[in-house]
């Protein structure tokens, strides 16, 4: 038996929203609040810290998607399993009602995490999606995280967290067992990815793209080599024939510092100046480019906005982990 | 497939924005103040537009650059919706913002706004793409068109596209003569009719919730459907626009665009894709299906109404022949009410009751779809004209606003001894599910435009279509002598809209 029955967390839920439901008195401005609720997200928080943190990413996130949030977070072996809820509310502009989240904290000893995956089945929001956020190694040993994957319609980790490419071969298993898995590293290029098809949409680059001869996408030393190994498995989609070089630049702003298409007779290049600034070079003309910042909240928005396939993503995978191979 | 078109990620990518000019005519009136620029803000503060994008505003008022510039960012200021004005920005913005004055029948102004859009293509590399936008009073529609062809700016090295605000004419032939002039000049692929309210977050939704969803088509129909009801319905009255008004009316102003557009939403077949031709051909196939009435049926399925005075909260409401620049006399219909039908296999029979009005208890968009009752009754006083639930059919609403959401009212056990059904609404509210906020119908519809996506615009067959449907309404009301006012401000509208559907055994519901 679990220490906390998901009946007494479910109940803990229905005092919080009574108790936001009936303000100070006094308090006549207040219309109340609206329960807002799009999914289950389920966070697998690496220790304490990383709980604050992806606390604050949620409280950031739930403006777009709204969701009964779970931290889970490891403590001390032996330590009891713990719960407690919360709410994370915020006032659209120009209104007068608050919109709320439900949040639920739950700790519990390395040695008890087996006793999650039961709480949880009780604590999925019926009949809604429900995505895991894995943020770190902590849990992959453990065999709850199997029963959690298997409780999920969509995990969510972040493969730049691992030692060099590792985090594809995790991604990996996961996916060859039909789930369906996203990684936060594969949203932080799209901002590159997105400039590089604009740039070449035009039609004097466009005309000049089926006679390419090489790619060259580098990536910062003392990076994850993930996100330039992304950039080049999708450009090798598109030119299959096409041989795509990866190489490592020195340490700088950003994961990706340069992608180069070469042709016979011409270039079109991408380098990254400072951390948000790209100078693209079409033929001697250079525009520079502002990209959008990818934080951890913007990446996680775009993930969390794709509940269904990712086609994209499903071709460009096997083919970054065949590069990361060789 | 070609290399560069593999790299569309349509599902994470912005939907692309090509740079382009907007010229703005009756960029000193109200819609563009109100609306255009803070919805065209809001699109630079999101970042949805390019870049290279400029505005060039033109009417006949006397000012410089920097003066509309500043006009403009009051006017955003005070309009924005839901947003925060970001001065910094606003900064970058207005550099991106131009001014022409001048006469519309002047031809030597359109030269300028010509020289004005060469300048903006060199050094915004616009590529010769230009949205013009008729924000002008409808009688000058012809003029601005006919000023565009001239100075040949309706075609270019980019593209050339006009947006035309409703209304698209006061009736058919003038609809159609109004057409006629806009094709002289622009091609209809080239020509964005824009229903605002198309625009609307959940009009859009009811493309969703139809055919995104498996429940609800198998029901969507006459052997389920029993009658529909569309209300529009504003609380406030002309609030100073009584002059305009007067030549409006609600069943022009209302019902002949909006509310048939909404109509065409609600009934249209499903389309093969979603594509914007095919969209809106179900749509004009719909609105061409639309019975038209006979000139003696009129009376009998139409009723027009006009708001008098009354004591509101222990305010005095004036009448609207009492409003400011308002006809004593007028015979102008604040509320109209029309029961339409929609002749295919779909539809026969179902009456698709539409009202719009001012003056009424309380602000309100909603369509509600009132379902057959069930075929037996079983519970104790249980009958379809008395008070027990049998009276209380299911109906599905969806609301558009303010409260945007849908929701549905089926029966239930009240709790305790015996049998005792009650009518409960099971709701959904778009703010509880998705947090994020609505663009607003401008935003959404000067994206589509300047992304050459129609399906939310209104096509000449469909404008045709609508004024076709309600055109015996105007021709026999027009030869009516009303006894006006019928309705006292703050009330659902005349009794004689009771009675026309009472006339089929049904009555309104109360939104």
Known sequence: ?326 | MAPASLLHDPLRFERRVPPCAIVIFGANGDLTKRKLLPALYRLAYERRIPPGFAIIGNSRTQMSDDDFREKMRESVAQFLEDSPFDAELWRGFAQSLYYVPGDINDAAMFDRISRCLAEVEAANQTGGNVLFYLSTQPSYYAAVVNGIGRAELARGKGWRRIIIEKPFGRDLSSAAALNQQIHAVFDENQVYRIDHYLGKETVQNILAFRFGNGIFEPVWNRRYVNNIQITAAESIGVEGRGGYYQEAGALRDMIQNHLLQVTATIAMEPPALFDPEAVRDERAKLLRSIRIMKHEEVPQYAVAGQYGPAQIGGKKIPGFREEPGVDPDSQTDTYAAVAFFVDNWRWAGVPFYVRSGKRMPKRVTDIAIRFNSAPLSLFPGDSEDGDGPASRPNLLILRIQPEEGISLRFLSKYPGRGMRLRPVSMDFNYGASFGARSPTAYETLLLDAMSGDATLYTRQDMVEASWRAVQPILDVWAETKFKFPNYEAGSWGPREADDMLARNGHRWRTP
């Open chain 1, 1 to 326: 038996m679990p220490a906390i029955a998901p009946e007494r967390i479910l109940r803990d839920l229905a005092n919080l929203w009574a108790s936001l439901a009936h303000p100070e008195q006094g308090d006549v401005s207040s219309q109340g609040v609206l329960r807002a609720c799009s999914m289950t997200l389920i966070v697998a928080a690496e220790n304490a810290s990383d709980a604050v943190c992806a606390s604050e990413t949620l409280a950031a996130l739930m403006h777009e998607h709204p969701s009964r949030a779970i931290v889970l977070q490891p403590g001390p072996p032996g330590s009891e399993m713990d719960a407690h809820v919360r709410a994370q509310c915020w006032m659209p502009f120009g209104s007068r009602q608050q919109i709320c989240c439900e949040q639920i904290e739950i700790t519990a000893g390395m040695d008890r995490l087996n006793d999650i995956p039961p709480v949880m089945y009780g604590l999925l929001a019926p009949d809604l999606p429900s995505v895991l956020w894995s943020r770190g190694t902590a849990w992959w040993e453990a065999p709850a995280f199997v029963d959690l994957v298997n409780m999920m319609d969509k995990l969510i980790l972040d493969s730049r967290r691992y030692e060099g490419s590792s985090g594809l071969a995790r991604i990996r298993s996961l996916r060859s067992r039909g789930k369906r898995v996203a990684d936060l590293a594969w949203a932080s290029v799209t901002p590159w990815r997105e400039l590089i098809a604009h740039a070449l949409e035009i039609p004097a680059n466009r005309d000049r793209l089926a006679s390419t001869c090489s790619i060259r996408v580098a990536g910062r030393e003392g990076e994850s080599p993930v996100p330039a190994l992304y950039v080049a498995a999708w450009l090798k989609r598109s030119l299959r024939d096409v041989a795509v070089e990866i190489e490592r630049d020195n340490p700088g702003p950003g994961e990706v510092s340069r992608v180069m298409l070469t042709g016979d007779g011409w270039e079109i290049s991408f380098r990254r100046t400072e951390s948000e600034a790209v100078d693209l070079n079409a033929g001697g003309s250079i525009r520079t480019v502002v990209l959008s910042p990818m934080d951890e909240c913007t990446v996680m928005r775009e993930e969390l906005s794709i509940t269904g396939r990712d086609p994209v993503f499903d071709e460009v995978f096997p083919i970054a982990e065949r590069m990361a191979a060789q």
